[in-house]
């Protein structure tokens, strides 16, 4: 089992739906990551967070460190948000050791 | 502009050839990093440095070099590349302190 599961693998919604990505993780952390990776490869981290909620524009994350849960919200999606979302791990032993989930692919249909 | 640079950005090569992708940082960031990703697995650390001439393990180390001489430079190293190396490879930094990892470009290493 990985130590950092992402869902869904894939997930296709028609432009201004709300947007849920899962993230759950099995080893102790001290901060979770959610990245984007865009079409073109290129990698963006859009937010780092080790307690409660984070909001950036129409991006929400949230984390239950209790549930070793974290999701990643899209409000009024876009098809510019079609894109790979991450999310990653750092270990609690403070030396910035990153693990990541496989990615959910998200298209958003005009 | 700050930025991570990675080159080359695409790479053909044969198995055995050692080759060094370099990457450098214009931020003056204390930490760096290698990743690789390959499809199905994701992204995984290859190796670290927390700052000049500290560097350590990742989850996939075997195989691949790094140094940290320079606050700026942390060139990744094959000294003997065989095909289950070929992939996409990101380095990214960021400051200690920092929330976020700045990422380069990527490097597309293919090893025939």
């Known amino acids: 089992k990985n130590e950092v599961e992402q869902s869904p693998q894939n997930l296709t919604a028609q432009e201004g739906e709300f947007i849920t990505i899962n993230c759950s993780y099995s080893?102790?952390?001290?901060?979770l990551h959610w990245l984007q990776q865009h079409p073109g490869g290129g990698i963006v981290s859009l937010f780092m967070?080790?307690?409660g909620k984070k909001k950036h524009g129409r991006l929400i994350a949230t984390i239950n460190i209790q549930e070793k849960h974290s999701s990643l919200h899209i409000t009024a999606s876009h098809p510019r948000d079609s894109a790979v979302y991450i999310c990653?791990?750092?270990?609690?032993?403070?030396?910035?050791?990153?693990?990541f989930g496989t990615g959910t692919r998200l298209t958003i249909i005009p | 502009e700050a930025q991570v640079t990675q080159n080359p950005r695409y790479l053909i090569t044969v198995t055995g050839k050692k080759l060094t992708v370099t990457c450098s940082q214009n931020?003056?960031?204390?930490?760096m990093s290698w990743y690789r990703q390959d499809p199905g697995l994701g992204l995984r650390q290859i190796y670290y440095?927390?700052?000049?001439?500290?560097?350590d393990k990742g989850d996939v180390p075997e195989g691949y070099k790094v140094s940290r001489k320079e606050k700026r430079n942390f060139p990744l190293i094959l000294e003997s590349p065989s095909p289950n190396q070929t992939s996409l490879y990101f380095c990214?930094?960021?400051?200690?302190?920092?929330?976020?990892?700045?990422f380069g470009p990527g490097t597309r290493l293919t090893v025939l």
């Open positions: 967070l080790s307690s």
């Open positions: 990214a930094s960021k400051r200690t302190s920092g929330r976020h990892q700045f």
């Open positions: 931020m003056n960031h204390e930490y």
């Open positions: 080893v102790g952390i001290s901060a």
């Open positions: 440095s927390m700052n000049v001439e500290v560097t």
């Open positions: 990653a791990v750092s270990d609690n032993f403070g030396n910035e050791k990153l693990t």
